[in-house]
């Protein structure tokens, strides 16, 4: 990540006319962060040790441009309590001392850096954690898809669909019932919820009912009715704020929100931006077109495209006239602003240039220094402007804002689960409850009735089934082949004629068509089931089809002599073989005994067919 700050405001997106459309305020809510920390915060940032990128590696600097820590790590971050989280060579996370030595070894598949004495993590195909700087596994989260850090003493989690806070035992401190929810600040978090509303919008409707007719143009199945949509449900989300017992202290009614800094926060109506106090009364009025977060009692605002600052009483202080702007330091007087022509510079309190704007990119100060950017290259200056180490690092990190707001997600993957629902009626004999001997008949009526097959006039069907074997993989489809499965029946219909010579007209029958009937009791000869994965059985579906082959093994009875490398999976007994298809998500049951006798069938009728040929050209000559 490069070390431009983050925004610090919300900024509203455009509409088109009536319809609202809601902000998204991430981004706003991690630059609170770093303020935080250097006004009482429990875990301290190091600003002596700055992460910075050499070619495709980090390593770490001290203010001097010395390098401490060699370029070695994947990702670095900043020490937090002399502790840093890195990403190694293999894509695993860690964590180093300040000596640059592994206090704890990359084993995690993710991890998010100390908060509070503790860190999420992440092991391969397991649930989050958090452990201590020792890696002690204080709790595992076993219900929580999403985790966050720390934060006031309760961390974010994510249940199924919903939002809700642990304590520092694990222990769900506030239930799950929130759309989206955002770490606590000053003793309130950030809450949504999402409400349902019709809408009736014509022009929406319309474009609707052209998206449906499209879709149903697309599919092979006349059955298919037009629906046309007189409204349909939108989502609108509204903002509120709770206290750490999960009671409602402000009632979701804003369209938008910042977390609490200095007593107010930032709240939208939907179209301007002002700041309420902790009982949700306006201190300040809705009225600018961006607004960020109090720090040292001074704000961040818009008015047009042009951002400027106000104090506590919603008086502009410094009037707006920079392309973009950031907080002043906590330690000193001194922002980050951007010049209408693009450049950063940074002024004081009175809006005065201290360094004129020169810099492509840069961070506000931290204590004496800062770091800037300028032709593609981080540096270090002083409060002079002057450098103190010359641009010469591709990227640094002096990120003390966004992990706060980070969040992992759980590895774990039921795959035993999903193996185990798939394979249900699996033995040495049968395969998904169908053997050497399951006929047409006993496959109609495990489908629920004939009319669930779908035949294309040849001695295959279809059978979309959708059977859900997890949340993320679903069983869509099974093709079954069938040895004779269709029987011709001839029709016929009477013609009349006309007789010349007797001088009269008559009644014939001719052929006129086929009709085609199941013959329930053809035997089958394959059947291939097809896979659909979604989300972490997506990501996983190599391991999935290849542990599926192993299981698949021991129920048969044999050993997998299958290279694993290879897209095909094949196992066998005596009497059935499955082919797994990995890149495709299939499973293929092939009939053995079945197709033995069909190519001996086979064989047989070549032969007989050569030996007549044969027999012919003997009997040529012979004369």
């Not at 707001?405 to 774990?412: I, P």
């Not at 689960?417 to 009626?425: E, P």
């Not at 008559?506 to 009791?521: G, I, P």
Request: aromatic content about 12%; charged content about 25%.
């Amino acid at each position: 990540m490069e070390t431009q700050e983050q925004k610090t405001v919300l900024t509203p997106k455009k509409k088109k006319g009536k319809l609202l459309i809601v902000f998204l305020i991430i981004a706003v809510l991690l630059a609170s962060v770093y303020f935080f920390f250097f006004s009482g915060g429990s875990s301290t940032p190091s600003i002596e040790l700055v992460p910075y990128k050499s070619g495709d590696k980090w390593g770490y600097v001290d203010l001097t441009g010395k390098i401490v820590i060699n370029p070695q790590f994947n990702s670095a971050t900043v020490f937090i309590d002399g502790i840093a989280l890195v990403r190694s060579a293999d894509n695993k996370y860690g964590y180093i001392g300040e000596d640059g030595k592994y206090k704890i070894n990359p084993t995690y598949k993710s991890a998010l850096p100390f908060s509070e004495g503790l860190a999420c993590v992440v092991p391969e195909n397991g649930k989050p954690q958090f452990i201590d700087e020792k890696n002690n596994v204080k709790f595992t989260v076993n219900t929580g898809e999403v985790c966050g850090s720390f934060n006031n003493g309760l961390a974010l989690v994510k249940v199924e669909d919903k939002y809700g806070y642990i304590d520092k035992e694990g222990k769900m401190k506030i239930n799950p019932q929130f759309d989206i929810a955002y770490p606590f600040n000053e003793g309130l978090a950030t809450v949504v919820i999402s409400n349902k509303k019709e809408n009736k919008d014509k022009a929406a409707l319309d474009s609707l009912n052209a998206q449906l007719d499209a879709a149903l143009q697309n599919l092979d199945n006349s059955n298919n009715q037009k629906v046309v949509y007189s409204s349909y449900q939108k989502r609108e989300n509204l903002y509120g704020f709770i206290n750490k017992k999960g009671e409602i202290i402000i009632n979701p009614q804003f369209k938008s929100a910042i977390s609490f800094s200095e007593g107010l926060a930032v709240v939208s109506d939907g179209e301007k931006y002002g700041y309420i106090d902790k009982n949700g009364k306006y201190v300040i009025n809705p009225q600018f077109d961006a607004a960020g977060d109090f720090k040292n009692g001074m704000a961040i605002i818009s008015q047009g495209s042009m951002y400027g600052y106000i104090d506590k009483e919603g008086k502009i202080i410094i009037n707006p006239q920079f392309k973009y702007a950031l907080n002043f330091s906590v330690d000193n007087d001194i922002a980050l602003v951007w010049s209408s022509d693009g450049k950063a510079g940074f002024i004081d309190k009175e809006g005065k240039y201290l360094i004129n704007p020169q810099f492509e990119k840069g961070t506000n100060f931290y204590g004496d220094i800062a770091f800037v950017r300028s032709a593609d290259k981080w540096g270090i200056i002083d409060k002079e402007g002057k450098y103190i180490v010359n641009p010469q690092f591709d990227k640094i990190d002096v990120d003390f804002e966004n992990y706060k707001y980070q969040t992992v997600q759980s590895d774990y993957f039921d795959m035993a689960g999903i193996i185990q629902n798939f394979l249900t009626g699996t033995d040495k004999n049968n395969f998904r409850g169908i053997n050497t001997n399951t006929t047409f008949s006993q496959i109609a009526n495990t489908a629920g009735g004939k009319d669930k097959l779908i035949n294309h006039y040849n001695n295959s069907v279809d059978h979309y089934l959708k059977e859900q074997l997890s949340k993320e993989v679903t069983l869509n489809r099974i093709y079954y082949s069938f040895n004779n499965l269709l029987e011709q029946k001839p029709i016929y219909r009477t013609v009349q004629k006309y007789d010349y010579w007797k001088g009269g007209y008559y009644n014939v029958q001719e052929l006129y068509d086929h009709e085609y009937t199941f013959n329930d009791n053809a035997k089958i000869t394959s059947a291939i089931y097809t896979l659909i994965f979604s989300g972490k059985a997506y990501e996983k579906k190599n391991e999935l089809m290849i542990a599926l082959g192993e299981e698949i093994a021991t129920k048969l009875g044999v050993k997998n002599n299958n290279d694993n490398t290879s897209n095909y999976i094949t196992i066998k007994n005596d009497e059935i073989e499955i082919t797994i298809d990995k890149s495709r998500g299939e499973v293929t049951f092939s009939n053995l005994v079945l197709l033995l006798l069909l190519n001996k069938a086979e064989q047989a009728r070549n032969d007989s067919i050569a030996q007549a040929a044969a027999a012919a050209e003997d009997a040529r000559y012979a004369r």
